[in-house]
Antibody, heavy 118, light 108 residues
């Protein structure tokens, strides 16, 4: 079965660092891009960026460039989303998703809730 | 890259058809045939319903169809069913991906 399994919910304080993960199984990890998508409470979906696991080359939305880091480890079929200094405004649900070609994202993780509060 | 423009809400009665629009620019929606639509039920992961403007992934009912004219793409849901009530998002790929603001579809 093709699936993406994300790491569990996180509760952090402002200024702390955080890395969440997305483990792929059931397909060749290096053949499909992985994107990260944010959904803030009560808001819509926002594309943050993607990574090509074959060469670990990331591509960021201008809105998120410099605020997060996307990476991948193809040896363990896992993509990552990292913050060096969290803000309260980073509180959201984060999804990873596999690209079916350049366009559609056909397989999604279950989501990781990140809560940042002092 | 600005978000694509969708109406905030749409509605229809069971059995009716409803169309949701998604307006971009000549740099995104109008530039390529890379428009997708997602169905999102609260508390669940989004589900791909349409990709490359008109194509349906395996398992998606043919009640869902997509089209595009110029800088505006559309999702049509025919024969509305109660389970179609959800948030719907369009997205466009033009080097980077951008989502629309989402449309809440209510089945009356």
């Amino acid at each position: 079965e093709v699936q993406l399994v994300q790491s569990g919910a996180e509760v952090k304080k402002p200024g702390e660092s955080l890395t969440i993960s997305c483990k792929a199984s059931g397909y060749s990890f290096t053949n499909y891009w992985i994107s990260w998508v944010r959904q803030m409470p009560g808001k819509g979906l926002e594309w943050m960026g993607r990574i090509d696991p074959s060469d670990s080359y990331p591509n960021y939305s201008p809105s998120f460039q410099g605020h997060v880091t996307i990476s991948a480890d193809k040896s363990i079929s896992t993509a990552y989303l990292q913050w060096s200094s969290l803000k309260a405004s980073d509180t959201a649900m984060y999804y990873c998703a596999r690209h079916f070609g350049r366009d559609g994202m056909d397989v999604w993780g279950q989501g990781t809730t990140v809560t940042v509060s002092s | 890259q600005s978000a694509l423009t969708q109406p905030p809400s749409a509605s229809g009665s069971p059995g009716q058809s409803v169309t949701i629009s998604c307006t971009g620019t000549s740099s995104d929606v109008g530039a390529y045939n890379y428009v997708s639509w997602y169905q999102h039920h609260p508390g669940k992961a989004p589900k791909l319903m349409i990709y490359e403007v008109t194509k349906r992934p395996s398992g998606v009912p043919d009640r869902f169809s997509g089209s595009k004219s110029g800088n505006t793409a559309s999702l049509t849901v025919s024969g509305l069913q109660a389970e179609d009530e959800a948030d719907y998002y369009c997205s466009s790929y033009a080097g980077v991906t951008v989502f629309g603001g989402g449309t809440k579809l209510t089945v009356l």
